[in-house]
């Protein structure tokens, strides 16, 4: 084996041509999106209606193995991709570890993280059929500054609904989002039917992702020429990442290294279903076993204490039903610092390979996450992001552990992004003014018995 180097770098003949559809080897695929009206499974034709029409096409098609990335968008992709794969031997000596700890590096690129992978493929999607523009959510805005680049690329319009508690705690991303020339509005808003909705029914909510969708989706639907896109939970999101996890797997194979755990934070599921969508593959067609965690904050633990049935995946209900690991689309998660993960259900995908048991979850309560970002950037020099912390949080736990044992797993887990935006919850943490937040068993039960009753 080749002595293995602080950082493994592919070379740009070695990136990704195609994307990788995971649903393709799933013997039981995910159940099919609904429309809300009929709750019949939504046509091509109907999700073209909000979507792109070969975005509704990516999203319906559980079949194809792989999709030809368009050189447009490989072209993109090289300003900043391949990007690396870094041995975290400064990590590994500060715990003692006898582990090999990995991350796969998202946030070399000036949106900060993994987002830029999915955004400007369907900006160029939307710009392909002609749209004047795009209207979309943000949480903690790092996929609301990778649209707003992708649209300011593709010379379209680019209409972000924040969530307001992150477009509070975050004005700089908010300004980053504006200085690419995208309109950012604070979600729930007064500008919309649905949101004037939500502010009566909860007067001073902080809002949701499933709130800013809701504004989102008919801001789209009401404007000639627009469409809606989204940054995570819909499978055509998690095709477009999958060349994080493409290139994860490339590197380990160039040293020969067959990852023994992989990490990822999981809120809607656009980076962990991306990260381990080849490595789930290689499970489901029984030619390797891993062992892959789902990390989510025990504020909004929607695969470790939600349901497994069809919801909808906006707080407004207009978008279609999906069958999901839920929480209830009314759940309103509290105001914690990683805005990414502050979303109510899970992607159907990652959803599904939970339930067959192809992954497996984890909660963590904030403040065990920022003290594991600490030692971190302490030792690594790369500040993270709160959402990347979650699994930067278990697998320091797990290294912890082969130190008891004396194993030297792999260990690999997706660093998505950068921190820089989040010094108010870097300041909160510092000041000793940071808490955790789970929510009981009541709280949970009042949303989820709000589920749509669906018979299929």
């Given amino acids: 084996m080749n002595e293995i180097p602080y950082k493994i770098y592919l070379n740009e003949n070695e990136m990704p041509d195609k994307w990788y559809n995971v649903r393709a080897d799933m013997k039981k695929k995910p159940a099919p999106i609904l429309n809300p009206g009929t709750l019949q499974p ?6 073209s209606a909000i979507f792109c029409r070969e975005l509704a096409e990516q999203e319906l098609d559980d079949t194809t193995a792989y999709f030809d990335i368009p050189e447009e968008i490989r072209n993109f992709y090289k300003m900043y991709r391949p990007s690396p794969l870094v041995r975290a031997y400064c990590l590994e000596k500060k715990l003692g570890t006898p582990a090999h ?17 999915s955004a400007i493929a369907q900006a160029y999607y939307a710009k392909k059929q002609g749209l004047k523009g795009v209207t979309t959510e943000t949480g903690a805005g790092q996929w609301g500054t990778a649209l707003s680049m992708a649209c300011s690329y593709f010379d379209l319009d680019c209409q972000v609904y924040m969530v307001k508690v992150s477009y509070e705690q975050k004005p700089f991303r908010r300004e980053v989002m504006r200085t690419y020339g995208a309109q950012v509005t604070p979600s729930p808003s007064m500008n919309t039917e649905v949101g004037r909705k939500i502010n009566a029914e909860f007067p001073g909510t902080t809002g949701s992702l499933g709130c800013a969708i809701s504004e989102a989706v008919e801001a789209a639907v009401s404007q000639e020429g627009y469409r809606y896109v989204l940054g995570s939970v819909l499978a ?9 996890g493409l290139e994860t797997k490339a590197a380990f194979d160039k040293y ?6 992989i990490i990822g934070c999981a809120g809607g599921g656009s980076n962990l279903g991306g990260l381990i969508s080849p490595f789930a593959g290689e499970i489901l067609r029984g030619e390797a076993n891993y062992d892959i965690i789902a990390v989510e904050p025990a504020s909004c633990p929607s695969l470790t204490r939600g349901v ?13 039903l999906a069958k999901m690991y839920t929480l209830g689309s009314g759940f309103i998660p509290s105001a914690n610092h990683a805005g990414g993960l502050r979303y109510h259900g899970m992607s159907s995908v ?12 984890r909660s963590v309560e904030q403040t065990n ?18 959402e990347s912390s979650h699994a930067i949080r278990v697998a320091i736990d797990e290294a912890l552990k082969c130190k008891e044992t ?10 998505t992004g950068t921190g820089y935006f989040d010094m108010v919850a870097y300041e909160k943490y510092n000041n000793g003014e940071m808490t955790d937040y789970i929510p009981t068993d009541d709280d949970l039960k009042k949303s989820i018995d709000t589920l749509p009753k669906v018979d299929l």
């Fill in 42 to 47: 939504v046509t091509i034709d109907e999700l």
């Fill in 101 to 117: 700890i990995y991350y796969k590096f998202e946030g070399n690129n000036t949106s900060g993280s993994h987002k830029l992978n």
């Fill in 236 to 244: 055509q999101v998690l095709l477009h990442q999958s060349v994080i």
């Fill in 256 to 261: 020969g290294i067959k990852p023994d755990m």
């Fill in 308 to 320: 497994y049935a069809y919801d909808f995946c906006d707080t407004g209900k207009v978008c279609p």
């Fill in 350 to 361: 990652v959803s599904e390979l939970y339930d067959q048991g192809i992954i497996s979850a």
């Fill in 369 to 386: 996450v920022f003290e594991a970002a600490e030692m971190f950037a302490r030792v690594e020099g790369i500040l993270p992001a709160p």
């Fill in 406 to 415: 004396g194993e030297a797993k792999n260990i690999v887990f997706g660093l």
